[in-house]
């Protein structure tokens, strides 16, 4: 062995795993992961695609599961995990379930809700007996249904994206978020869109406390800025990622 091989040092840099938000899919990702430098895996939350579930009903714990599972399947290495929008609802429980390999949490424009409570009570807090009504209505009228379903995929209906991503964000916000498991000293980056016209100002401050996003980054950006541009939050998310690489002798 020469001097320079005993003395080579590796970097494993950590794996991005990419979590969609309300009325889309995995694909949406498409345009950032040509941009990264750092692998990245894109999941699809039930209710979609292969991952056969009524949209309307899905569960948070049960969307976790799967997407815990996808990951598991897919990669061994470190972690940082990235929400969009209801994506970030999952972030809590899937970091608890992927336990120490995750290194980072990443909310984009994130949902997320304080332990014991959900979302709906930060977004819209007068009106949750009504929206509860209306997720049963939904529930019962779109039963069978799910966004963007395979061909293989039988005995579901599909349904647009645009009724897609109203009952997503109503079910997963509807639902308690809990931290449990989740260590008070994980990293959490909460990338401000500046340009949102969903996610007013003062949401997005009371989104930050929730999170307990240790650092802000402001994009200029409408709501989903993996397709209104994914080359400048590619270079957010390297850059995070980037700080967790272990050095490896």
Known sequence: MSSTDAHRVDELQPTLVLVHGSGHTARVWAQLRAHLQHRSIAVNVPGRADRVAPIAEVALDAA???????????????????????????????????GERVRHLVFVAGLCAPHGEVVMSTVRPEALDELGRRLQVLRE?????????DPAVDGMHA????????????????QT????????????????????RIQTAALQAALIENCGASEVIDLESGHTPALAVPIELAAILDDVAAHHAIIVR
């Open 141 to 149: 009228e779109f039963a069978g249904c799910m966004l963007d379903p």
């Open 64 to 98: 976790v599961t799967s997407l815990a599972a996808d990951v598991e399947q897919s990669t061994k290495e470190p972690l940082v995990l990235v929400g969009h929008s209801s994506g970030g609802i999952m972030l809590p429980g899937l970091a608890a379930r992927l």
């Open 159 to 174: 349904i647009d994206t645009a009724t897609a991503a109203g009952i997503d964000s109503l079910n997963f916000m509807s």
């Open 177 to 196: 978020v809990s931290w449990d498991g989740v260590p008070d000293v994980l990293p959490r980056t909460f990338v401000r869109c500046t340009r949102d």
